[in-house]
C-alpha cells in the first residue's frame, strides 16, 4: 500500500545537528514531488520545505532557510532533511509528504519527534 | 508572505451543516486544499483543488473558492468530524506552501 515512514527524531541539544529519513513505498517515488511539514506543540501546521521529482527545484521556509536541507534518493526511495544550528523553536513532529499543487497533500508519513532542548 | 486566515473554532449540532471559512487575498484565483486532523493522527486531505474529494472520503465533505474566501463544507455532521481542519494553497510568487492557522470543529 501507499505509505511513507519517517525515521531519525529525537533529542538534540540547541546548536545540534538531527538528520530525518522517510521511505516511501507503494506509488511511483521518483515521479514525486515531496515536501517536509513541521507541528509544533499544541500548534498549527507549518510547511519546512519541498523537493522536486528529480531534485532540480528545492525551496525552504524563512524559518528554516540556510539551516536545513532537504534532498533525495530516487534509486533507495528516500526523502531526507538535514538539520543543523537547530534551536528550541525547531522542536515538532515531522512529516513527510507527497504533494502536488493541483491535488494537494495526499500521502502523509506518521511523523517523527524532534525535540531540541538541553 | 501570502497569509491565510481561518477562525479558530466552529460549532455545530449534528445532522447540521459547517462551514469553514479561510480568507486570503485572492484566494480565489488559487487551488485550495483542506486537511484534517485528528488528536494524536496525520492530517488527511479531506477536499483538494477548491472542491475535489479524494477516494475514500465521504460526499458529505465539498468545498468552493471564490473572490478573497474558500470555504470547506461538511454536511450532515457527525461525531467523528471532531477534528481540526486546515486550508492550504501554493504561494507561486514565493514558491512556499502555506498553511492556515486551523480550526478546531466542534460537534455540540
Known amino acids: 500500500q501507499v505509505q511513507l515512514v519517517e525515521s531519525g527524531g529525537g533529542l538534540v541539544k540547541p546548536g545540534g545537528s538531527l538528520r530525518l529519513s522517510c521511505a516511501a513505498s507503494?506509488?511511483?517515488?521518483?515521479?514525486?514531488?515531496m515536501s517536509w511539514i513541521r507541528q509544533a506543540p499544541g500548534k498549527g501546521l507549518e510547511w519546512v520545505a519541498y523537493?522536486?521529482?528529480?531534485?532540480?527545484?528545492?525551496n525552504y521556509a524563512d524559518s528554516v532557510k540556510g539551516r536545513f536541507t532537504i534532498s533525495r534518493d530516487n534509486a533507495e526511495k528516500s526523502l531526507f532533511l538535514q538539520m543543523n544550528s537547530l534551536r528550541a523553536e525547531d522542536t515538532a513532529v515531522y512529516y513527510c509528504?507527497?504533494?502536488?499543487?493541483?491535488?494537494?497533500?495526499?500521502?502523509w508519513g506518521q511523523g517523527t519527534t524532534v525535540t531540541v532542548s538541553s | 508572505s501570502y497569509v491565510l486566515t481561518q477562525p479558530p473554532s466552529v460549532s455545530v449540532a449534528p445532522g447540521q451543516t459547517a462551514r469553514i471559512t479561510c480568507g486570503g487575498n485572492?484566494?480565489?484565483?488559487?487551488?485550495v486544499h483542506w486537511y484534517q486532523q485528528k488528536p494524536g493522527q496525520a492530517p488527511v486531505l479531506v477536499v483538494y483543488?477548491?472542491?475535489d474529494r479524494p477516494s475514500g472520503i465521504p460526499e458529505r465533505f465539498s468545498g468552493s473558492n471564490s473572490g478573497n474566501t474558500a470555504t470547506l463544507i461538511i454536511t450532515r455532521v457527525e461525531g467523528g468530524d471532531e477534528a481540526d481542519y486546515y486550508c492550504?494553497?501554493?504561494?507561486?510568487?514565493?514558491?512556499?506552501?502555506?498553511f492556515g492557522g486551523g480550526t478546531k470543529l466542534s460537534v455540540l
Open positions: 523537493i522536486s521529482s528529480t531534485s532540480s527545484y528545492t
Open positions: 492550504q494553497v501554493w504561494d507561486s510568487s514565493s514558491d512556499d506552501g502555506v
Open positions: 483543488n477548491d472542491r
Open positions: 509528504v507527497r504533494y502536488d499543487r493541483i491535488y494537494g497533500m495526499d500521502v
Open positions: 507503494g506509488f511511483t517515488f521518483s515521479d514525486s514531488y
Open positions: 485572492n484566494i480565489g484565483s488559487k487551488s
